[in-house]
Nanobody, 124 residues
């Protein structure tokens, strides 16, 4: 089992920045891939960004490319999502996922464990 705890969400004005953290505990050897997804009210949970354990491969949704940066500190078992130039359409609950598979990091099914989510609200 892997436990994930997100933090860092909040309310920010458009154009501002936030940095989300996701701390993993437990059997972290099962977290070769770690990803961020988000879910806005009335919408499906969608892929945002992912990173592989080595840290040398990252993946982004087109909607956030160039504005968000994913990174991980394996010594701390923590993954981060730096979000810059935030837009109102980035408003959502952001979830961290961890999975042993790395074959489909943009897909929800690739992840076995999820955190409880953290709310990000961007005002216009």
């Amino acid at each position: 089992q892997v436990q994930l705890v997100e933090s860092g969400g909040g309310l920010v004005q458009a154009g501002g920045s936030l940095k989300l953290s996701c701390a993993a505990s437990g059997r972290t050897s099962n977290s070769n891939a770690m990803g961020w997804f988000r879910q806005a009210p009335g919408k499906e949970r969608e892929f945002v960004a992912a990173i592989i354990r080595s840290g040398d491969r990252t993946y982004y949704a087109d909607s956030v490319k160039g504005r968000f940066t994913i990174s991980r500190d394996n010594a701390k078992n923590t993954v981060y999502l730096q979000m810059d130039s935030l837009k109102p359409e980035d408003t959502a609950v952001y979830y961290c996922g961890a999975g042993r598979r790395v074959v489909a990091v943009r897909e929800r099914w690739n992840y076995d464990y999820w955190g409880q989510g953290t709310q990000v609200t961007v005002s216009s």
